[in-house]
């Protein structure tokens, strides 16, 4: 599975941004996605999880009603809705698919596949 994130950039604090993530090659198993981010010097964080189905969804706590994700799995894609950014949301956010999973995880040892990274960048 190919993962290839897109819609980063820079914003004003308080801004929104919206980040896809379209899978390609082995799409025709179910897997479980998922949005993690990491800021220079730092680990490596969730952010977001989303079941095959749609219907299991976590968030990390620190983006609970700001970030929405979603999926639509006739395209292939899920998405990341970042609404009220802050300057600590700056990070490179990457996608990651648990691949032959229906199940949603914060776990990002779970994960087998992973996109390249868009950045994002979040001006006070």
């Known amino acids: 599975v190919q993962l290839q994130a897109s819609g980063g950039g820079l914003v004003q604090a308080g801004g929104s941004l919206r980040l896809s993530c379209a899978a390609s090659g082995r799409t025709f198993s179910p897997y479980g996605m998922g949005w993690f981010r990491q800021a220079p010097g730092k680990e490596r964080d969730f952010v977001a999880a989303i079941s095959w189905s749609g219907r299991t969804i976590y968030y990390a706590d620190s983006v609970k009603g700001r970030f929405t994700i979603s999926r639509n799995n006739a395209k292939n894609t899920v998405y990341l809705q970042m609404n009220s950014l802050k300057p600590e949301d700056t990070a490179v956010y990457y996608c990651?698919?648990?691949?032959?999973?229906?199940?949603?995880?914060?776990?990002?040892?779970?994960?087998?596949?992973w996109g390249q990274g868009t950045q994002v960048t979040v001006s006070s």
């Open positions: 990651a698919a648990d691949y032959a999973s229906l199940r949603a995880s914060q776990d990002k040892n779970e994960y087998d596949y």
